[in-house]
């Protein structure tokens, strides 16, 4: 199954290892993407074994919602040997995969590069995105949003579980510094960004515990409740709660945030329940 899109990636995968293979930390990050594109295929599987809204796809739109989740970060790659040779230049590798599999015939779906080029940004790009909003095929909007929603929860799930099974490396990636004992605060504005329920923008995060808090506000931008269900079986949420609470100097503050936090996954948990 996908084994032509897990040979595309296997040859990004190894044209950027062979650049970077004289940098320890490039390396790593290379290994890790092409790892964590298995993942969030895994993760991905998951949740379009048990939602009901792909119950009734066909095999064919299976396959490019799964194609999607595969090569959702096959632009990694591209950007990690840009950071080599362009320093300076600044890169997305959304729009470099979605550049990719666009000069690919047998990739040139709006289903598959449409979710891609925007799995990273926030929701309201690919609304406001022409190639979207002016489709008049109605069936073929609702098909992209659905993968969209999909590709998006699988990559934040999937990074969860693997933040959960990782050393000190993984999550300085994060910009995190694992371990940290009541080093910093949490900025106003993100603590704010949180008690809204929003996502935390990244330019708005400056200390350790402000980009724990962004990686916990992704449980307000998932989408399906299998999501969930998928960080309760893999019991990969918890631990940020906890690395927040070591990290966050405020202790009013983290109080604050793990009753939320609480409120909102009791909430999610009923749903499930139905």
């Known amino acids: 199954m996908l084994e032509n899109e897990k040979n595309l990636l296997q040859e990004e995968y190894q ?3 062979e650049i970077t293979k004289h940098n320890k930390s490039f390396t790593s990050l290379t290994k890790e993407k092409i790892q964590h594109s298995y993942q969030v295929l895994e993760a991905g599987n998951y949740i379009l074994k048990e939602e009901n809204v792909f119950k009734n796809w066909s095999s064919q739109r299976i396959k490019e919602a ?4 595969l090569l959702h970060d096959i632009g990694r790659f591209a950007e990690i040997i840009s950071k080599i040779q362009f320093p300076e230049q600044d890169t997305d590798h959304g729009i470099l995969g979605y550049n990719i599999l666009a000069n690919i ?5 709006p289903r598959i590069i449409i979710p891609i080029k925007h799995h990273g940004h926030m929701i309201e790009e690919l609304y406001n995105d022409p190639e979207y909003y002016t ?3 109605p069936q073929l909007k ?5 993968i969209s929603f999909l590709v998006r929860d699988a990559d934040k799930i999937a990074n969860f579980k693997l933040l959960s099974e990782s050393g000190q490396d993984i999550w300085k990636l994060f910009r995190i510094q694992k371990g940290q004992k009541k080093q910093s605060s949490i900025s106003e504005i993100v603590y704010q960004t949180f008690l809204k329920h929003k996502v935390i923008h990244l330019s708005d995060a400056h200390t350790n515990s402000d980009f724990i808090l962004l990686l916990i506000c992704w449980i307000f931008d998932l989408n399906y409740q299998s999501s969930f269900a ?3 079986s893999n019991q990969c949420f ?4 906890e690395e927040l609470r070591n990290s966050n100097s405020d202790s009013s503050a983290q109080q604050q945030i793990e009753e939320v936090i609480r409120n909102y996954l009791h909430q999610k948990e009923q749903q499930l329940r139905g």
């Open 15 to 17: 044209k950027c290892l």
């Open 66 to 69: 799964r194609t999607a989740l």
């Open 105 to 109: 015939p047998e990739y040139y779906n």
């Open 135 to 137: 489709l008049e095929d």
């Open 142 to 146: 609702y098909e992209i949003e659905k």
């Open 230 to 232: 998928y960080m309760q």
């Open 238 to 241: 918890e631990f940020l709660v």
